[in-house]
């Protein structure tokens, strides 16, 4: 296993103070390795967004970071973000950590010709490069996402959304970061450009080494994608597990949900439910386990306990985790949270 | 929903209730002296058929004229050529005697209500332009109508507003706001692309129910083939304002036909898939104002022929009755040698 590169552990995020405030995030604790796609999956108002904006340190008023801590392990060990002071964290972001917003159309600057913008980063980052290094860098970056040179002197406007998004992707990368923050990088995007896109990221992540935090909703397209993938709920992050055996066995009713919810491309056509219910108002969170409900295996006690992010109790060895008080000791997990090794085939006829 | 091999026979016999032929739709550019006098190709030659208690699909790419389509069969916007039918006759005349008959749900359920009123103004307003239906008072039938959409108990919803609501709670009342004109054709734009994943299923399901109860003819317009595959009777794919491949759900998301699709379908995420994809014939749609001569998908297409560049592909017959696809690899005599079926089949 690779080693760690971004710990975040208990991270809280309020917003607002006091008796009224709203908790985003509760007790958030994940591990980003090296080279590793780590995905965060959620509805809105889970909380994914919010926690990419803190752990970034790009959090706005009336967002508070109440408790935990990221530990970034960069070019001078180990640190912990949330201590760094303003200039350290700006010198850190963007050379080690950078980050991909949902709407490129937004995070491009009009006036700007492509070219202009992608050297600004080279500019106030790499002091000692000349302006034709700095051009040939962009160059060569613009090459790498699939655009031909001749784009540098393009404006925003007379690019298409798949290539704008490209374009990020490309500033993102400029100066090598060990971490990529990626918040529904495609979401606005048609699924070719989609699928273009995350192949090109895909060759990037394999020839550069960089981690990335891919944030998303479509959980559908995580299995694909990533590692292994934390599926957040209300704030919390209910269940973390290698993305294979997130997909083939979970361990929380909400991810089982979830994954319930995406209509199959194959075989046979079955009436599916998706989750009865709507998610839960933040500011109103239901007593105990926020999921219960909307739960179908709900039990007394979970209207009372808050569960928290532990290892299954009848599989303590396997590298995964769920927030789910059927998953402990003392209780007796339903029989479709309990399945393991399932082959694709079994679980076509059992989904 | 599983059964509709069965109903498919004798459907395709009925008379659609609406049906559209030969629909065009050309938008004139009012920007940049260059452009003076040309138009946005939105929708080209498009036939589709609405079916009593059937749920055509409408699948494409954003800016393939999909909800171009579902507003000229709503006549929100004016035809610029060919012509609707309404039961193989003339359509009502006068908008509101069509609005009583066709009705649309858009895509934003958070846009689409007005916020300064509650559930029971919103719903009693389309109720009392189009007639409270005999014997029962205003304010039964309103909840006659949110509890057709599940909006139970009623007695509740009546009286609260939409800021108070979800977002499928609040597509639910779109819907029964459609339904309230009691229409045979309801049109539904992308109805669930703004809702939660976890809730999206719902008014899915609820739409399958009009279909099957109710006997609605339904449009779905979406950009997600999975959904698409779940709820439709019949897909109708669009690439740039044309329908490049028209046929039974299953049968166009399992075994597509048409290049277009079926790199459309290799791109979609599906967890299953033992491989990456390997996507034939990447690249981005055409310009609408001045789109490629013959086939609209030929600058990207892997098996383009020298005719593609030149002709439109009629929409040629397929697999089961029913199924064409708009390409010339399927004419009879194509070079099977070229068939998109022996590249790609594994994209499927």
Redesign the interface.
């Given at each position: 296993m690779n080693a760690p590169v971004l710990e975040i552990s208990d991270l809280s995020v309020d917003y607002g103070f006091g008796p009224d405030a709203v908790h985003a995030v509760a007790d958030a604790t994940l591990t980003l390795r090296s080279g590793e796609v780590l995905g965060l999956a959620g509805?809105?108002g889970s909380g994914k967004s919010t926690l990419a904006y803190a752990v970034t340190r790009l959090l706005r008023e009336p967002g508070v970071i109440t408790g935990g801590s990221a530990v970034f392990h960069g070019d001078d060990g180990p640190r912990d973000l949330f201590e760094m002071d303003g200039e350290e964290i700006r010198a850190l972001r963007w050379s080690q950590i950078s980050v991909v917003f949902q709407s490129a159309m937004n995070s491009l600057n009009p006036v700007f010709t492509v070219g202009n913008q992608l050297t600004d980063v080279l500019r106030a980052h790499r002091r000692g490069m000349s302006r034709s290094e700095r051009r040939a860098r962009a160059a060569e970056l613009l090459d790498m996402v699939g655009i031909t040179e001749d784009r540098l002197r393009s404006f925003p406007h007379e690019l298409?959304g798949?290539m704008r998004q490209r374009v990020m992707i490309a500033m993102a990368l400029a100066l090598e970061p060990r971490v990529l923050v990626m918040d529904e990088p495609t979401t606005a995007l048609?699924?070719?450009?989609?699928?273009?896109i995350l192949?090109e990221l895909?060759g990037l992540r394999e020839r550069l080494g960089f981690a990335v935090l891919f944030i998303t909703?479509?959980?559908?397209?995580l299995?694909?994608l990533a590692d292994s993938i934390a599926v957040m709920y209300a704030g919390r992050i209910v269940e973390h597990a290698p993305a294979e055996a997130l997909?083939r066995t979970p361990r929380h009713p909400y991810t089982e949900?979830?994954l319930n919810?995406?209509?199959?491309?194959?075989g046979?056509?079955?009436?599916?439910?998706?989750?009865?219910g709507?998610?839960p108002d933040l500011r109103g969170l239901p007593a105990g386990c926020s999921f219960n409900p909307r739960c179908a295996h709900a039990v007394d006690a979970c209207k009372e306990t808050a569960p928290r992010l532990l290892p299954i109790s009848w599989e303590p060895a396997e590298p995964r985790r769920a927030a789910c008080l059927l998953q402990t000791d003392g209780f007796q997990a339903p029989a479709s949270l309990t399945r393991t090794g399932l082959r694709?085939e079994e679980i076509?006829s059992t989904r | 929903m599983t059964e509709t091999a069965e109903t498919t026979e004798t459907a395709e016999t009925d008379t659609p209730v609406l049906e559209a032929r030969g629909l065009v739709k050309h938008f004139p550019v009012r920007r940049g002296w260059a452009l003076r006098g040309a138009h946005v190709h939105a929708v080209e030659d498009v036939d589709i058929a609405l079916r009593s208690g059937r749920v055509t699909a409408v699948v494409g790419e954003s800016g393939s004229g999909k909800s171009t389509l579902a507003r000229l069969l709503a006549r929100r916007t004016a035809l610029t050529g060919g012509r609707l039918l309404w039961n193989g006759g003339e359509p009502p005349s006068g908008s509101r005697a069509y609005a009583s008959e066709v009705q649309l749900v858009l895509q934003d359920p958070f846009a689409s209500l007005n916020p300064v009123h509650g559930l029971r103004y919103i719903l009693g307003r389309a109720l009392k332009l189009h007639g409270v239906p005999e014997g029962q008072t205003l304010d039964e039938a309103i909840k006659a109508l949110l509890e057709r959409v599940s909006l139970t108990p009623s007695d509740q919803f009546i009286e609260k507003m939409p800021h108070e609501l979800s977002g499928g709670q609040r597509q639910r009342v779109n819907i029964a706001r459609a339904l309230a004109v009691r229409p045979k054709v309801l049109l539904a734009d992308e109805p669930v692309s703004m809702l939660d994943v976890s809730i999206r299923l719902g008014v899915l399901n609820l739409l399958a129910d009009l279909r099957d109860r109710e006997r609605l003819a339904i449009l779905y317009v979406t950009h997600d083939l999975a959904s698409a595959r779940y709820l439709a009777d019949t897909i109708t794919v669009m690439y740039a304002g044309r329908v490049v491949e028209s046929g039974p759900a299953v049968e166009v998301a399992d075994s597509p036909q048409h290049p277009y699709t079926q790199l459309l379908l290799s791109a979609v995420p599906d967890p299953d898939r033992d491989e990456a994809p390997r996507l034939t014939g990447a690249g981005a749609p055409p310009s609408l104002i001045h789109p490629p001569a013959g086939c609209r998908f030929h600058p990207r297409c892997p098996f383009a022929m020298d005719k593609c560049r030149v002709e439109t592909p009629p929409a040629l017959p397929v697999g089961s009755p029913g199924h064409t696809s708009a390409c010339w690899l399927h004419e009879s005599g194509a070079n099977t040698q070229a068939s998109p079926a022996a590249g790609t089949a594994g994209a499927a």
């Open positions: 509805e809105s298409s798949g048609d699924v070719v450009t989609q699928r273009e192949q895909g909703h479509d959980l559908s397209l299995v694909e997909f949900g979830l919810s995406f209509p199959a491309l194959h046979e056509r079955v009436v599916m439910t998706g989750i009865p709507s998610p694709a076509g | -």
